[in-house]
């Protein structure tokens, strides 16, 4: 029997529609008790605990995604197999640990016979559960409730719409979590070493600078037309100008600079780049991470951004037609 074109695309929608909806319900029961939940992780964290995810089935691998994610974050957190719990596993639950217990709903056997026990051991209890009145919802200290009206499923068999908005609420608490500790970007990069992401979290700007014979660099007093041909010489957009005496930047000239120069008449090549350059331009230190500077050439929707040393002296140019190479936009 062959897939239909047309009903596959009207089921595979149907079934994003369906996602969307419990997506949509759960961020609308959002209130105290997520922020509750949010504080209690906050302080598990001050205090040097960490997050102990647990769930069987499909709930075991969407906590074992949320625990990953933060990990990421540098949130100390792990997966315990609740079979494995009863046989030796509880020696990695510590007092001042945070248990965060999967069950669509909340009456997973395997979760309300480890309950107690990581009460005994001295952890607070999450209750991550699509249903507000279970058992795991009554015994926990802290509630994270989903809310489903419906899986995708059409035998309403397979979880579903009920893994996505968990993993959606896992993925939102993570974030609050990360914003409240001011995660940066230099953060992040330290735990994922390790791949693409990592390599381009790590690129430093001195990594994708233009510099030696690719930089021209020339005093502010220099005429139109010497820059330009500095500017042609090192086949760049833009020219970093300085001050004759100090060498510290004052101002950068570029293409669109050079066409608004032309625009004043006759024997404007001739005149000091001085007044046509821009002066104080957005400006980079050659030891920031690359996706800072992709940050500025969002935020100012500039072409070219100089790159100084500590005495504000040019030591390097970004062009913009540089940055898809490195992958880091």
């Known amino acids: 029997m062959g897939i239909a074109p047309k009903s596959a695309l009207a089921r595979a929608r149907h079934c994003i529609r369906i996602e969307c909806e419990a997506l949509e319900a759960t961020s609308r029961i959002l209130g105290a008790e997520f922020v509750e939940t949010a504080r209690a992780v906050e302080s598990t964290i001050a205090a040097g605990g960490k997050l102990i995810f647990s769930g069987v089935g499909k709930s075991a691998h969407v906590a074992g995604k949320i625990a990953a994610t933060f990990n990421s974050t ?6 315990l197999d609740p079979t494995q719990a009863l046989h030796g596993d509880l020696g990695l639950c510590y007092e001042g640990d945070l248990a965060i217990l999967l069950s669509n709903s909340g009456q997973s056997d395997e979760i309300l016979r480890i309950l107690p026990l990581l009460k005994r051991f001295g952890l607070k209890i999450v209750a991550f559960t699509g249903n507000p009145k279970s058992d795991l919802a009554r015994d926990a200290d802290f509630q994270l409730i989903y809310r489903v009206r419906r899986e995708a499923c059409p035998l309403k068999l397979a979880p579903t719409a009920s893994t996505t908005a968990a993993i959606a609420l896992g993925d939102a608490l993570a974030m609050v979590l990360l914003e409240s500790r001011g995660l940066t970007r230099d953060d992040f990069a330290k735990y994922h070493p390790a791949g693409n992401l990592g390599r381009v979290l790590l690129l430093r700007v001195r990594d994708i600078m233009r510099s030696g014979n690719r930089l021209p660099v020339a005093p502010d007093s220099v005429t139109v037309q010497d820059a330009i041909l500095a500017m042609t010489k090192a086949k760049s957009g833009s020219i970093a100008l300085v001050r004759a005496k100090t060498g510290r930047l004052s101002g950068i000239l570029t293409d669109g600079d050079f066409r608004r120069s032309a625009l004043t008449g006759p024997g404007f090549l001739g005149r000091p780049v001085s007044a046509f350059m821009t002066r104080a331009p957005k400006v980079i230190r050659e030891d920031a991470l690359g996706v800072d ?14 790159v100084v040393d500590r005495g504000g002296r040019p030591v390097g140019l970004i062009d913009g037609q540089d940055l898809p190479k490195f992958k880091i936009v």
């Open 74 to 79: 540098g949130v100390s957190s792990c997966f």
């Open 293 to 306: 500077a992709v940050r500025l050439f969002e935020l100012h929707r500039i072409d070219d951004l100089i």
